[in-house]
């Protein structure tokens, strides 16, 4: 490690050990420690999808806005979604049983309506970042590393772009070669931190919010996480800079979009970030040039795939994207989690430094495969080591820091499809799947109960099956 990273490296230190997503119980009880988390789910919108694709009329929405008075809640429609259906806002948000009750009743008032599903906020799937440097063990270590020196002489990535749909990014000295111009869809003012809502900068601004301020976290607050940084730094960290760490695909393109603000994203603004990365076209956002062929989510809820999530997943697909979701913190089935329980979904647990499933880690039939996503229970060396910044609410200096949390596993995945396309663009979405499963190193059931899909990712066989597969 040469001198400036240590420099960056105690400006990390200020970032103390923090659950960093909301906890509806249990935070950090001791040092290192952080239990696993069953995420809340709350919305302050409506998805409305009529079964003809067309437009909410004004006599439908001051129909649902009488339902929603009726319940002290007053409703307006916001726009119509890049993937069928409109967005209608309520004012404040809402637990899931009430956002259910309104979303039911609404639905029986027209025929012509498909579906109405709550726009359900999805948050980052990190769960802590820490101290002291060590190295990037995820990466090499026979364990539980993913093999990813071998691969590298077969393909390092070139040219294949991988949307980061997440918090956005900093401008970190180890990234800025690899970043493309990307997006802001955080439409909420209040919540962008950028006193506007989509632009085309996708500036990560700091989540840090105060107690009481989400909802989903009615009494803690948190310092900014950074956490689209240190996702984008796990997949494409420039190499052989002399600073910093490598990413797992350096020679990728990194596409940043947006839909993360303080207390997460809204459902309707990740899946117009999703299809606008894949290159589909989002009514009022110019058509992204630069279309993804990998689109990474490290967030998501406790909430199974919602229909309007299903619709963008198969969207993306059908555009010839690979969609990798993070299965989850929580050490449940990943069928119960949106969205990488959606079908079609590259669907990742978290392992440990040994290759086993790490403790937080949902699991389940739904998983495609795992990768490292770290355990700092005892120390931190054991999470992933990644970029950050070192500001605790407003942007500050470059700095590293590590991290725990299938957030942390989705991307090393990412970063193995990238080489794979780059080895062979020809590969679709469900060959891809597939590769990656077969060529996975099975993780032994007592090291996952519950089921790791394939087992622990490897990179290098994945490459190599790539290399001689059919499309
Ligand atoms: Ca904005
Ligand atoms: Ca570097």
Redesign the pocket.
């Given at each position: 490690m040469n001198r400036s990273f240590r420099r960056n490296w105690a400006m990390a230190g200020l970032l103390a050990l923090c659950a960093t997503l909301p906890l509806q119980s249990g935070a950090a009880t001791r040092s290192g420690k952080v239990s696993k988390e069953i995420m809340p789910t709350f919305s302050a919108g409506l998805i409305i999808k009529l079964s003809n694709d067309g437009s909410l009329d004004p006599d439908l929405v001051a129909k649902a806005r009488q339902i929603a008075n009726k319940y002290g809640i007053s409703l307006s429609h916001l726009r119509k979604l890049a993937r069928g259906g409109d967005v209608v806002a309520l004012d404040r948000e809402l637990p899931p049983e009430l956002v259910r009750r309104l979303a039911d009743e609404i639905a029986k008032l027209d025929a012509r309506i498909d579906y109405v599903e709550p726009d359900v906020v999805m948050v980052p799937m990190s769960l802590s970042n820490d101290k002291h440097v060590s190295a990037q063990w995820n990466l090499t270590e026979f364990a539980g590393g993913i093999n990813l020196p071998e691969a590298w002489a077969m393909s390092k990535g070139k040219d294949v772009v991988v949307a980061v749909v997440d918090s956005g990014v900093r401008p970190h000295i180890d990234l800025m070669a690899n970043l493309l111009p990307g997006y802001?869809f955080?439409?909420n003012?209040a919540t962008?931190?950028?006193?506007?809502?989509?632009?085309p900068?996708a500036w990560d601004?700091g989540s840090w919010y105060s107690a009481g301020q989400c909802h989903s976290d009615q009494l803690g607050a948190k310092d900014s996480l950074w956490h689209g940084t240190h996702v984008a730094g796990i997949i494409g960290a420039v190499s052989n800079n002399s600073t910093g760490i490598t990413g797992a695909a350096p020679k990728a393109k990194i596409l940043p979009v947006?839909v993360v603000g303080r207390c997460g994203g809204y459902t309707s603004d990740i899946i117009d970030g999703m299809m606008w990365a894949a290159g589909l076209p989002v009514a009022g956002v110019p058509k992204n040039p630069h279309p993804a062929k990998v689109i990474n989510l490290s967030l998501g809820s406790v909430t199974a795939c919602s229909k309007a999530f299903q619709a963008a997943v198969t969207a993306v697909r059908e555009a010839g994207a690979v969609v990798v979701a993070a299965a989850g913190n929580s050490d449940i089935d990943v069928a119960r989690v949106s969205p990488a329980g959606c079908q079609g979904v590259v669907s990742v647990a978290a392992s440990d430094r040994e290759g086993k499933k790490a403790y937080y880690s949902n699991y389940g039939r739904r998983i495609t495969v795992a990768a490292p996503g770290g355990d700092m229970q005892d120390v931190a060396e054991n999470g992933i080591l990644s970029l950050l910044n070192s500001g605790t609410k407003r942007p500050a200096g470059d700095a590293m820091a590590y991290m725990q949390g299938t957030s942390m596993a989705a991307p090393h995945v990412s970063a193995v499809v990238a080489l794979m396309l780059s080895r062979n663009p020809n590969l679709s979405p469900d060959r891809v799947q597939q590769l990656l499963k077969g060529s996975a190193r099975p993780i032994p059931s007592q090291d996952c109960q519950g089921g790791c899909g394939g087992g622990l990712v490897d990179a290098a066989a994945a490459v190599a099956a790539a290399a001689v597969a059919a499309p």
């Open positions: 802001d955080v439409s003012r962008a931190r950028d006193g506007d809502g989509r632009d900068f601004e947006r």
